[in-house]
């Protein structure tokens, strides 16, 4: 075991956990915002997809220049949240829906250099044992994703506006932390150009691709679960129980989805 590295473990989990933050800080005030903007019902499903979208485009940019094999993983994902925070921070002053949607996209684009790049950089602190870091850190991504439900929580008498500012603050928090708290670890992985060519070879691995086809799977209806709960929820309190208070609602949005989920992970 690489001395330091649960130490390491610890930082760059509590950095995922604030910048995922991120993820639903728009989509969890999307009343709010479809107000705001004047959402048409064709244009509040790219609220929600809007990130998603972004991190796919992302993550395909980043493989493909190899940048984080290019450059130090630590900084690019200290930078990342840092692009983060700033461009979620600007829909404070978005006022149509074309350009909020399209700070959606580029904060999902900023984001697929946060979670891929903390698995390469805990992956260099655990040669060993890694399964189970990493099984934490997707446990703290879980939690952090849930966040700006439990904002929410206290900001749902306040204004829209104090959601998007905490996960902001929490995001430049988590840059602040890998670039200035987090080391290098001692051990660093090879770095493999990305090729196109592999793809075939990807493909044509039948164990790989069954393991793929249950991750591509599996996301999909998670990510749909996370976004689709708490609309469940806003229905099902509304037509059976019209007493109960939002901030219940964010409280069960909260616990199902980062409290239940992080202790599955």
């Not at 972004?54 to 940048?67: H, P, R, T």
């Not at 900023?110 to 891929?116: C, D, E, M, T």
């Not at 200035?180 to 044509?204: E, G, H, N, R």
Request: net charge positive.
């Amino acid at each position: 075991m690489i001395p330091g590295s649960w130490r390491a473990l610890g930082w760059i989990g509590l950095a995922e956990l604030c910048a995922l933050s991120l993820w639903f800080s728009a989509s969890v005030i999307a009343p709010e915002l479809i107000q705001v903007w004047n959402l048409s019902s064709s244009s509040e499903a790219w609220l929600s997809a809007s990130v998603p979208i972004g991190f796919v485009m992302g993550a395909l940019v980043s493989s493909y220049f190899g940048i984080a094999d290019r450059f130090n993983p630590r900084k690019v994902l200290a930078v990342s949240a840092f692009l983060g925070a700033l461009l979620n921070a600007l829909l404070l002053l978005a006022d149509q829906a074309f350009f909020g949607i399209l700070l959606r996209i580029l904060t999902g684009v900023s984001l697929a250099g946060v979670y891929p790049t903390a698995v390469k950089i805990l992956s260099q602190w655990f040669p060993k044992k890694r399964g189970l870091a990493v099984g934490i850190l997707i446990a703290a991504l879980t939690l952090g994703s849930s966040l700006p439900h439990f904002i929410v929580i206290f900001s749902s008498s306040l204004n829209w506006q104090l959601v998007i500012i905490c996960s902001s603050i929490l995001a430049l928090l988590a840059a602040v932390i890998v670039n200035w708290v987090l080391t290098d670890a001692p051990v660093t992985t090879k770095k493999l150009p990305f090729s196109f060519k592999l793809i075939k070879k990807v493909v044509s691995n039948k164990p790989v691709m069954l393991a793929n086809y249950g991750y591509f799977g599996h996301m999909w209806e998670l990510y749909a679960m996370w976004t689709w709960i708490p609309i469940f929820l806003t229905a099902s309190f509304t037509s059976y129980s019209p007493g109960i208070p939002p901030w219940f609602i964010a409280l069960s949005s909260f616990i199902i989805i980062g409290i239940a989920g992080g202790l599955a992970v």
